[in-house]
């Protein structure tokens, strides 16, 4: 696909979203931010305009927002993270909404309209142009938006040169595992979906660092993207019924396009075997929020929620998971960075899954083979595998050292040597 037809397809596609009657009020648009990480309470303060069903992860939950802060979204669309951004920043902070299509910003200025938004402004520029001087901005945010971008390098380059010196990045995007089916590269629903423009997770995570950014982190959040698919197969309201009128239903259904056409391209595929919802966080150089400086600023609170196991770390008895010893070291790593980490096992705090509602509405509609989960400052940030220390380093602004750290030995573990408890 040539490049300029690329630009004008994707503008074209979005401008008819922004058109449509997808709003936050949908069922079944809001289930898709949800399986994407938003919670009910961040979803509940958005105008309907700001939800259309675009996200593919939340980058606020890495983004260690401040008082005070300026904040650049790019490919804003209604103003979603735009919106909940500004409550963050404050009233002598700044949100930048970037996006290139003339309807999405009309969306996002009516949203900011009815919340009556002071510190909050939007720009029509593509994301690999903004209208912003340099070293101006301590976090850029994107949700979605850079795979549908030809150049990416030129972005990365982009942002590179609108942070201060230690700004920082956090990304949601879709990477790739491997490469795509041959017709699903040249399928134009899968790019206008945010399929087939992504990269490799690896090549992701080099052209941050091409551009000049250090401590990147790319991460696979496990979320799955048939959310796509399902919320398009439940109709304007999901599974649960409807109150909207027939004629209302049927609008809705019609604007739906971009995620019937992604829908249909993921049918003759297997998405999640090929592509991730991803996490990105990247750093700028300079004195200001050095990995270390970051890291002291924005202490995080750590939940990981963990399958049934026979003790509170699962590292006893005579057949251990060998990845348990390493993340307990892990655990601890975070501790020793000054982070509140809180661990619960399904077998023996199943209150603690019933009374967090993030967690209970997951496990609700995936069962718990979602497990374990790992929440940062209240929200999700993977399910269903343990992650690294290096992406613990991400989500949390640190530096993830790994020489000279104890493991965690099975060698009878929490319960002795007489193995499990």
């Known amino acids: 696909m040539k490049e300029r037809m690329i630009i004008d397809d994707v503008r074209d596609q979005y401008a008819g979203v922004a058109r449509g009657e997808l709003t936050n009020e949908s069922t079944a648009i809001r289930s898709i931010a949800s399986a ?8 509940n303060q958005l105008p309907a305009e700001a939800n259309m069903g675009l996200s593919c992860g939340n980058p606020l939950a890495l983004a260690g927002i401040r008082e005070g802060e300026v904040v650049v979204d790019l490919g804003c669309g209604g103003g979603m993270d735009v919106f909940l951004a500004a409550g963050k920043v404050g009233a002598e902070g700044r949100v930048i909404g970037i996006d290139m299509t003339t309807e999405m910003l009309e969306r996002a200025r009516a949203g900011q309209q009815k919340l009556g938004l002071t510190n909050v402004e939007f720009h029509q520029a593509t994301i690999d142009q903004l209208p912003l001087p340099d070293n101006s901005v301590d976090c850029v945010i994107s949700n979605c938006v850079i795979n549908l971008v030809p150049d990416k390098s030129a972005v990365f380059e982009e942002i590179l040169r609108v942070l201060k010196p230690g700004g920082r990045v956090a990304i949601s995007d879709i990477a790739l595992k491997q490469e795509l089916p041959a017709d699903i590269k040249e399928s134009v629903e899968a790019y206008v979906g945010c399929i087939s423009g992504a990269i490799l997770i690896d090549e ?7 551009a000049g950014f250090t401590s990147v982190v790319v991460t696979d959040t496990g979320a799955d993207l048939n959310a796509y698919a399902m919320a398009s197969d439940s109709g304007c309201c999901g599974g649960g019924g409807c109150d909207a009128d027939a004629d209302q239903a049927a609008a809705e ?11 249909s391209a993921m049918q003759s ?6 592509a991730a919802s991803v996490r990105v966080h990247a750093l700028k150089d300079g004195p200001t929020n050095s990995a270390s400086n970051f890291q002291e600023k924005t202490m995080k609170t750590v939940q990981v929620f963990d399958k049934p196991m026979c003790c509170s770390t699962g590292v006893c008895g005579p057949d251990v998971d060998p990845v348990l010893p390493k993340f307990a070291a892990d655990l601890d790593w975070l501790k020793g960075q000054g982070h509140q980490v809180e661990r619960y096992n399904l077998a023996q705090q199943p209150q603690a899954f019933i009374e967090n509602k993030a967690i209970h509405q997951l496990i609700s509609t995936a069962g718990t083979d979602c497990l374990p989960v790992v929440m940062v400052d209240g929200q999700i940030v993977s399910q269903a595998a343990y992650p690294s220390r290096e ?5 949390v602004g640190a530096a993830a050292a790994s020489q000279g750290l104890p493991v965690a030995k099975p060698d009878g573990g929490c319960c002795g040597s007489s193995g499990c408890c």
């Open 204 to 210: 992701y995570r080099r052209s941050l660092e091409q």
């Open 36 to 43: 994407f990480g938003y919670s009910e309470d961040e979803l």
């Open 253 to 263: 259904a019609k604007e739906k396009s971009l995620h019937d056409g992604l829908a």
């Open 269 to 274: 595929f297997d998405a999640n075997a090929y």
């Open 391 to 395: 992406d613990f380093a991400g989500w």
